[in-house]
């Protein structure tokens, strides 16, 4: 696989992403933790038949148990602060705080062997976060005094930036490995959800519906096509293009009739569209 096929492999989860508001609309009541925790194990059971069809469940046994424990430590989390966050601070804040990510992934990646920050790739980034951040506080201006909220979403996109960029480090641990990530991030949020939520379950066959579609999608296969990305793919095209997420997630909710389409959407696209070509210049630069 080439770094062009690699990146675009990586960016396929963006899309995936991309849906998760609009999947996870659909499975109210579920509490997050319950959610998170039939997510993953059907993401990790899809990967776990994966592994079993195309005989590579062997390479389980040649992954080192620290790289399970760093695996497991970013899925789990991530979405344990992310969830805490939007339960402590008003979503939309919180929301656009976590979404430092992509940005993080730009700035960071420059200390990672062999990669080099070109001022296209800030200037790119700065303009996507722009993007993104006039979607998300779209509906409600950010202000007011800082809460633990706030505290926690910033550590939910380090926690993620951090989890991309040490995976790059790991280049040579395969991707079969992120089925065991999965699987012991479902284990861990079951007892999670024990103690900390009420237990409520999907409404109907739609309601199953939409947790299937996000066990198998933004909480299955998109983690195993981002590990791909940014193992072998260019890093930093990938946190700049991963601004798209914000503006492609808002439009599925304005197709669905959940959101109400904004001239807000034009400018954005604009920003988001604009930082990522700088930063894909920069990059073929």
């Known amino acids: 696989m080439t770094r ?11 899309v995936l992403w991309s849906l998760l508001a609009l999947f996870t609309v659909g499975t109210a009541p579920v509490p997050p933790l319950l959610l998170n925790a039939l997510c993953f194990g059907i993401g990790g059971g899809a990967g776990l038949v994966w592994l079993l069809v195309t ?8 992954v080192p148990l620290r790289v399970y424990a760093f695996g497991t430590a970013g899925l789990f989390g991530y979405h344990f602060l992310y969830f805490s966050a939007l339960r402590t601070a008003p979503p939309a804040e919180a929301g656009l ?10 700035l960071l990646s420059a200390f990672l062997p062999g990669e080099r920050l070109a001022r ?4 790119g980034a700065v303009l996507a976060f722009g993007g993104a951040a006039l979607i998300v506080a779209a509906g409600r201006g950010v202000g007011g005094a800082l809460q633990s909220g706030h505290i926690l979403a910033l550590l939910c996109a380090f926690t993620w ?3 991309s960029l040490i995976s790059r480090r790991l280049g040579a641990v395969p991707t079969a490995a992120v089925v065991v990530f999965c699987l012991a991030t479902a284990a861990l949020s079951l007892p999670a959800h024990l103690m900390l939520e009420v237990t409520r379950w999907p409404v109907g066959a739609a ?11 933004p909480v299955g296969l998109a983690f195993y096509t981002w590990d791909i990305g940014v193992k ?17 997630s808002t439009l599925a909710l304005v197709l669905a009739g959940v959101a109400e389409a904004r001239a807000t959407l034009i400018l954005a696209a604009g920003l988001i569209a604009g930082g990522a070509a700088l930063a894909a210049r920069a990059a073929r630069n």
């Open 55 to 62: 005989d590579r469940i062997g390479q389980l046994r040649a």
């Open 161 to 163: 930036a951090g989890y």
């Open 4 to 14: 062009n096929q690699a990146t675009a492999t990586g960016f396929s989860a963006v």
């Open 207 to 217: 309601g199953w519906a939409a947790v299937v579609a996000l066990g198998l999608g």
């Open 120 to 123: 296209g790739h800030v200037a």
């Open 97 to 106: 705080i976590a979404y430092l990510w992509p940005l993080l992934i730009v």
């Open 232 to 248: 072998r793919g260019d890093i930093q095209l990938l946190g700049t293009a991963a601004y798209a997420a914000p503006l492609l």
